[in-house]
Nanobody, 125 residues
Framework: QLQLVQSGGGSVQPGGSLRLSCAAS????????VGWIRQAPGQGRKGVACLDAHSDGTWYTNSVKGRFTMSTDSARNTVYLQLNSLESEDTGVYYCAARRPKGVSCHLIEYYDDWGQGTQVTVSP
């Protein structure tokens, strides 16, 4: 059973930066699709960034392209999401999630099996 534990997040002013971490245990993330999902206040969960298993390409939703960067550290079995040039619209609870390959793109969040506990990101003046 894969377990995901998140850290990072917090409150920043517009234009600021944060880094989110998602540490995995119980299994190696190699071979898993991994994603970051955001739930804005009063809204449903939406994919922000993800990496398919055995892929070098990272998917980003349009609103975060050029500002967010997803990365992995295989030695630490951890994935990160670097959030730069934050905007108020980035406010929300951020989740990391993972799943074994299912033949669907990683940006389809309904297929994720394992979820982190979520971490709050608040962007306000």
């Amino acid at each position: 059973q894969l377990q995901l534990v998140q850290s990072g997040g917090g409150s920043v002013q517009p234009g600021g930066s944060l880094r989110l971490s998602c540490a995995a245990s119980g299994s190696t993330l190699a071979g898993y699709a991994v994603g970051w999902i955001r739930q804005a206040p009063g809204q449903g969960r939406k994919g922000v960034a993800c990496l398919d298993a055995h892929s070098d390409g990272t998917w980003y939703t349009n609103s975060v392209k050029g500002r967010f960067t997803m990365s992995t550290d295989s030695a630490r079995n951890t994935v990160y999401l670097q959030l730069n040039s934050l905007e108020s619209e980035d406010t929300g609870v951020y989740y990391c999630a993972a799943r074994r390959p299912k033949g669907v793109s990683c940006h389809l969040i309904e297929y994720y099996d394992d979820w982190g506990q979520g971490t709050q990101v608040t962007v306000s003046p």
